[in-house]
């Protein structure tokens, strides 16, 4: 059993990368060999980092429980919508409040969404390069999300049959990173 842990990276009223967690959320819940859990990013309400989660006595215990989440997760899946040619602020502020150890030797997938026509490619580089950044495994297999709102509705139904393939591609390299990382076994089969 592999447990992922979907991070949903917009703060964003009304924001629309959302829909994809939930529908990779609900993807990796419906496998018979994985659990995934989100970590929304509008629900946390962060303070802007001023310092690593174990200098905030008063915060400890909330900071605890997801330092613990992270630690018990086998995989990530970062989504983020592109701004301005990159990943949102909140989500680096919230990789930025753990130590490295946090990510250590994990497998991350990035997703990157936009309403336009290219996908966000740039957001899911610098994702990949945040994730390296941070000392764990950038699936090199992005999942880009052009013009999200024709490919997903509001609560995470797909919408677009012919898009399926691509998230079958990028599941499945994940499932394959995180389970030999998981078992030290990487064959290359
Ligand atoms: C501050 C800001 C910057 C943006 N920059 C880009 C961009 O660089 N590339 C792009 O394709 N879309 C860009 N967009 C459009 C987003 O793809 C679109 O607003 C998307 O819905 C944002 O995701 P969210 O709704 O989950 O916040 C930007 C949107 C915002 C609000």
Redesign the pocket.
């Known amino acids: 059993m592999l447990n992922y842990t979907i991070i949903s990276g917009?703060i964003?009223q009304?924001?629309?990368?959302?829909r994809v967690s939930l529908y990779l959320m609900e993807r990796f819940n419906n496998e018979a060999n994985s659990r995934a859990q989100l970590i929304d990013l509008a629900e946390l309400n962060l303070p802007v980092m001023t310092d690593l989660w174990d200098k905030h006595p008063q915060e400890l215990e909330a900071y605890t429980q997801l330092a613990n989440t992270l630690k018990n997760s086998d995989a990530f899946i970062w989504v983020s919508?592109?701004?301005?040619?990159s990943y949102?602020p909140a989500l680096k502020n919230f990789i930025d409040h753990f130590p490295k150890n946090a990510f250590y030797r994990k497998p991350v997938g990035v997703v990157s969404?936009?309403?336009?026509s290219?996908?966000?490619i740039?957001?899911g580089i610098n994702m990949q390069e945040l994730a390296i950044a941070v000392q764990a495994y950038a699936l090199p297999q992005m999942l880009l999300v052009p013009q999200?709102?024709t490919k997903f509705d509001l609560s995470g139904v797909l919408t677009d049959s012919t898009y399926t393939k691509q998230i079958d591609t990028f599941m499945t390299e994940l499932h394959w990173l995180a389970d030999a990382l998981k078992n030290k076994v990487v064959s290359g089969q």
């Open positions: 917009s964003r009304s924001r629309n990368s959302h919508p592109e701004y301005n040619g949102t969404v936009s309403t336009g290219l996908g966000g740039r957001g999200v709102t």
